[in-house]
């Protein structure tokens, strides 16, 4: 891409690659001091012999690892213990479990009263429907009565009337209705 404005310059390639000659810093310090104070690892050879040795000597008994002891913190100068004590985590064990035990006591009461809540509540829905019923058939009762009534008000009376076990008696003739 070309910048307008700035004629292009021929620029000179980079140099080759070459190799670095130079010694190495390890080569280095040896070659100014050839036993340096760390002190190099061990060869193989070196390595076996201790290793024999070790297997060797039965009566060498690692030394025993003594239990380790939790570690006193305390807040400095004034004494004050930062973590608390044994004791006292279990007694904030112990009132978390029965506070944990009171809510769970506590909910158990709670569903017993809504269960009993409920099975009222039941019982007097069905009594209720009960009443709507018996009162249902008071007034279907009460209405077939004054049925009856209005159709013995309507009836012929029994002396107008053919009897009914004379078969050859003439039918009675229809009355008006007024």
């Given at each position: 891409m070309e910048i307008y404005g700035i004629p292009p310059v021929a620029q000179?390639?980079?140099?080759?690659?070459?190799?670095?000659?130079?010694?190495?810093?390890?080569?280095?310090?040896?070659?100014?001091?050839?036993?340096p104070e760390i002190p190099?690892?061990?060869?193989?050879?070196?390595?076996?012999?201790v290793s024999a040795g070790m297997l060797r000597d039965a009566a060498r008994q690692p030394p025993a690892i003594r239990p380790v002891e939790p570690a006193e913190r305390t807040l400095k100068p004034f004494g004050v213990t930062m973590l608390p004590s044994d004791e006292a985590r279990?007694?904030?064990?112990?009132?978390?479990?029965?506070?944990?035990?009171?809510?769970?006591?506590?909910r158990q009461a709670d569903a017993e009263a809504r269960a009993a809540d409920a099975a009222k509540r039941d019982a007097a829905r069905s009594e209720a429907r009960a009443s709507r019923a018996d009162a249902a058939a008071a007034a279907a009762t009460a209405a077939d009565a004054a049925d009856a009534r209005e159709a013995a008000d309507t009836a012929e009376p029994a002396s107008a009337a053919a009897p009914a076990d004379d078969p050859d008696a003439p039918a009675a003739a229809p009355r008006p209705e007024a």
């Open positions: 000179a390639s980079p140099p080759a690659p070459r190799p670095d000659l130079r010694p190495t810093a390890d080569a280095a310090a040896i070659a100014r001091d050839s036993s190099l690892p061990p060869t193989f050879s070196q390595q076996g012999v279990a007694a904030h064990r112990a009132a978390r479990e029965a506070m944990a035990a009171a809510n769970a006591d506590a």
